[in-house]
């Protein structure tokens, strides 16, 4: 019996450290078996990980309990030579004159949702670290979605601002997602040039200077795209592009379910300082396995720098109905979010 107990300690590690894997691999199908593949990782996502998590009980270590090894970071930095290997991969194929562009952008997206679910999710992880290097595979994980001003917004804009209208990235209550999310992406843009265009004014920096890293990541994207086009011409920009935009409406959809409707008091003419009422926490296993623990998201905003494996697992004040699947399902239909969520705001 005891051997028996052992056995299914070591399954579930190996799961584990593996999950992220699984969902890259789903998404290579399309490219290595044949594009109706491409259906993969969808299925994965929305289907087989909801089903698992049915089964599996809730992340509920104590905080004592908690503790970090090699294998964690082994596990954020296989990510970057898997999705690079994804788009390279996938340009290789795309550039196939029999390839339709219909094919493309089905290979794309296939390839996108590993870029937003595990790609930028690793991403969140690294640009929070203090190491230099970390913080530049976070980066470029971010480039290669087109999204690499992400960096500045989350750390300076989101950190400061999340659960309060100045936050790009906090959902009113009410709104909906496809409003949301042009709204966001729009105005995380924006808000990330202004808060790159203060910090060089400080140091006395002109804003067209080459230390603007705003500019360092426009440029670097435009690369991206033009080595895209080199090798697989008007395909390869398909491909990229949705790739991007699933990766973007995949990151976008996790911030508009994160902290929707929850709103900080303006106290004595300041906001309220964050607390675990402003973010909808989730501790389901495998949706948290699968994205570095990014459902602990009510720890993560008090102690930003604090690695994934050191989450709390503690049930917090605000914790989400269903596990991220569900959820990110529920907030593409409007009126079924409305119906579920807006009855567990507390005004």
């Known amino acids: 019996m005891e051997a028996f107990f052992y056995i299914i300690i070591l399954i579930l590690m190996i799961f584990y450290l593996v999950t992220p894997l699984i969902l890259i691999f789903s998404s290579s199908l399309g490219l290595i078996i044949d594009p109706f593949w491409s259906i993969s990782p969808f299925v994965w996502v929305f289907i087989l990980v909801p089903i698992i998590d049915l089964v599996l009980p ?124 042009v709204r966001c992406v729009i105005n995380s843009v924006i808000s990330s040039w202004n808060i790159e265009k203060n910090i060089l004014l400080k140091r006395n920096i002109n804003l067209l200077n080459i230390r603007n890293r ?16 080199y090798i697989a011409g008007i395909n390869g920009l398909v491909f990229v592009l949705f790739h991007s935009f699933i990766s973007i409406l995949l990151l976008e959809l996790v911030n508009y379910i994160q902290h929707y409707g929850l709103e900080r008091k303006m106290e004595n003419g300041k906001y309220e300082k964050f607390t675990d009422h402003h973010s909808w926490n989730s501790r389901h296993i495998s949706a948290n396995w699968s994205t570095f623990n990014l459902g602990l998201h009510a720890e993560h905003h008090h102690r930003a720098s604090k690695h994934y494996p050191l989450l709390s697992q503690e049930e917090k004040s605000v914790e989400m109905p269903a596990n991220y699947s569900i959820m990110l399902i529920m907030a593409l239909i409007p009126p079924l979010w409305f119906f579920v969520m807006d009855k567990k705001i507390h005004n």
């Not at 090699?70 to 994804?86: E, G, Y």
């Open 58 to 181: 809730y992340l509920n270590k104590q905080d004592v309990d908690l503790e970090e090894n090699i294998f964690h970071n082994f596990s954020i930095l296989i990510v970057l030579p898997c999705i690079l290997f994804l788009i390279i991969f996938g340009l290789i194929v795309v550039s196939n004159p029999s390839i339709t562009f219909l094919t493309a952008a089905a290979l794309g997206a296939a390839v996108g949702m590993s870029g937003g679910s595990i790609g930028i999710t690793t991403a969140h992880e690294l640009i929070h670290r203090q190491n230099k290097y970390m913080r530049g595979i976070g980066v470029l994980l971010l480039i290669v979605c087109c999204y690499g001003h992400f960096r500045i917004e989350h750390i300076y804009g989101h950190h400061r601002n999340v659960a309060t209208k100045e936050d790009p990235a906090t959902a009113r209550r009410g709104e909906n997602f496809y409003f949301y999310f």
């Open 214 to 229: 705003m500019l360092h990541y426009f440029v670097l994207e435009f690369l991206f795209l033009i080595i895209s086009f």
